[in-house]
């Protein structure tokens, strides 16, 4: 038997729970010109659901094989093509009282309306991936999205998910068929309003390639457009593979690196709806010295860092971090937000690779408590980090999700014997 559930560790990209993918549709309507699901596993436009009841029934065998299993993912190409549908299967979810479980699905943000949306979050559904592609009209056009490519539509949609809860993941493709660079600049002037409107809770981006098979190769062929037949090079991240008459493959490239910068906006987004709220626990103690450990990104460190200077203003701050941010480091020494920086020179934290100077320095300061900022919601793969601090001899210390919530709140000391996993956060 397969072990479906090994799958789901450390889980799909970006799933924020242990979740087993599974499949309440197959096939696909729409005739994206780039994709393999479409033109190579189904050949046609088609699409046909399962019987709800039936998903519910594989659901249920799911989560008696895997207790532990905390969600499905609904991991196919459109699982919201039928409105009846979805709101059938969400209502069977919840009859069957399976809405405990954390649900994220695939879907067309053309198709969502606010109905099936409140259906969804009733049965369990958290997080929603839909694929906005671009904001260019010739790129739309080129890729062959048609209904799909509806930015008024899609506007309204993320304000209905905040609105009433739902987290919504959103994919962006730069250098597609028809493309300009015009498109792809408007593609980042989206990217920019919904993600700083805090409408996109996670998203992903990517550099539109011909894979053989597909409409956009035979495309690209006919044109004499590839660059380069070598199959590594078609990986859709760091490698542009084709070359416009009008729009060059370095001018692709720049324009995709540049909507990079987003990550850490949304991120930083993210996380500043709750960590104020998360650091009024520690107001109730008479904290007079905190180490906060530089474990993510800076922006998310940052503002981790100013809400305990704006919370807890007459407490001394230190941070451990690493020479790559000494700039961005100083620069919140200067304004006083943080007191003194004491550099790590490894990437990772390791307790083998802690120096006894720079430990026995830190030992000496007596920190009252640690601050531990982690860059997903449970904290996967930070297990070395919470090793580290064992060796610091910091009494307690408290960590911070991605959503600026207590993920925990440790006395070190019922700790000491634990073991721990070392692997990279």
Request: contains cysteine; glycine residues 6%.
């Amino acid at each position: 038997d397969v072990e479906r559930i090994r799958y789901g560790i450390p889980g799909e990209p970006s799933s924020e729970y242990l979740e087993v993918q599974a499949y309440a549709s197959r096939g696909c309507p729409m005739n994206c010109n780039f994709c393999v699901c479409r033109h190579l596993y189904y050949h046609k436009s088609n699409w046909r659901p399962r019987n709800p009841d039936n998903v519910v029934a594989e659901m249920h065998y799911l989560k008696n094989k895997y207790p532990h299993m905390e969600g499905i993912f609904f991991d196919e190409e459109c699982h919201n093509i039928k409105k009846k549908f979805v709101v059938d299967l969400c209502k069977a979810i919840v009859q069957n009282n399976l809405h405990n479980l954390k649900i994220e699905a695939m879907c067309a943000y053309a198709t969502l309306d606010e109905e099936m949306m409140r259906a969804m979050k009733e049965a369990g559904y958290y997080l929603l991936r839909v694929g906005i592609e671009t904001a260019g009209e010739g790129a739309a056009a080129g890729i062959g999205l048609g209904a799909k490519f509806n930015l008024e539509k899609l506007r309204k949609t993320l304000h209905v998910a905040k609105k009433i809860g739902l987290k919504m993941y959103g994919t962006f493709t730069f250098g597609a068929p028809g493309s300009s660079q015009k498109d792809d600049q408007a593609t980042l002037h989206l990217m920019d309003e919904i993600i700083g409107d805090g409408l996109l809770w996670k998203f992903q981006t990517s550099i539109c390639t011909p894979q053989p098979g597909t409409p956009f190769y035979k495309w690209a062929v006919e044109k004499n457009l590839l660059k380069t037949y070598v199959p590594q090079e078609y990986d859709g991240g760091n490698r542009v593979v084709v070359e416009y008459p009008d729009y060059s493959s370095e001018e692709i490239m720049k324009t995709y690196l540049s909507s990079q910068k987003y990550f850490d906006l949304a991120l930083k987004n993210r996380f500043s709806l709750k960590i104020d709220e998360s650091i009024k626990v520690l107001q109730q103690f008479s904290l007079q010295k905190i180490l906060v450990l530089r474990t993510s990104r800076m922006p998310q460190v940052e503002v981790a860092l100013r809400a305990l200077k704006r919370m807890i203003p007459h407490c001394v701050i230190d941070v451990l971090g690493q020479p790559a941010v000494y700039g961005e480091l100083m620069q919140l020494e200067k304004e006083a937000v943080i007191d003194t920086i004491y550099l790590y020179d490894k990437g990772f934290f390791s307790q083998k690779e802690l120096s006894e100077e720079l430990c026995d320095t830190i030992r000496t300061q007596k920190y009252d408590i640690a601050c531990i900022v982690y860059s997903n919601v449970k904290g996967q793969g930070f297990e070395n980090v919470e090793a580290f601090l064992q060796k610091l001899h910091i009494e307690k210390w408290i960590a911070f999700n991605a959503d600026g919530d207590i993920l925990k709140q440790t006395d070190m000391r019922k700790i000491r014997n634990a073991k721990y996993v070392s692997c990279a956060p």
